[in-house]
């Protein structure tokens, strides 16, 4: 019942924000903001990682990147060494 119940909400959710996601199509959007992430927003590993270390060293002038994630821990060691990275439900 319950189950039935979170489904009904997920697809009626999903119903009121075909709006919002047409919207965005048409809101102007920057070259220069990179978003990225890992294995769903869990880790802060892999090629991404690597890539998103490079970024901030050396194209900094030039693009400006953002690690997401779901994990605040990750969220605290990136800015900590000064690097920018939001938790996935925050609002910049």
């Known amino acids: 019942m319950i189950r039935l119940l979170i489904n009904g909400i997920k697809y009626w959710g999903q119903i009121v ?3 919002l996601y047409w919207v965005s199509f048409v809101t102007p959007r920057s070259k220069k903001i ?3 992430g890992c294995s769903f ?3 802060f590993a892999e090629n991404p990682r690597y890539f ?3 970024l901030n060293q050396y194209k900094k002038q030039y693009v400006r990147a ?3 994630t779901h994990d605040k821990n990750i969220v605290k060691l990136l800015r900590k ?3 920018e990275a939001y ?3 925050s609002l910049p």
Do not use: D, V
Request: glycine fraction near 4%; charged fraction near 10%.
């Open 81 to 83: 060494h000064n690097l």
């Open 41 to 43: 927003g869990k880790r």
């Open 66 to 68: 953002i690690w997401i």
């Open 34 to 36: 990179w978003l990225l």
């Open 52 to 54: 998103y270390i490079y």
């Open 17 to 19: 924000f075909i709006p």
């Open 87 to 89: 938790h996935y439900h």
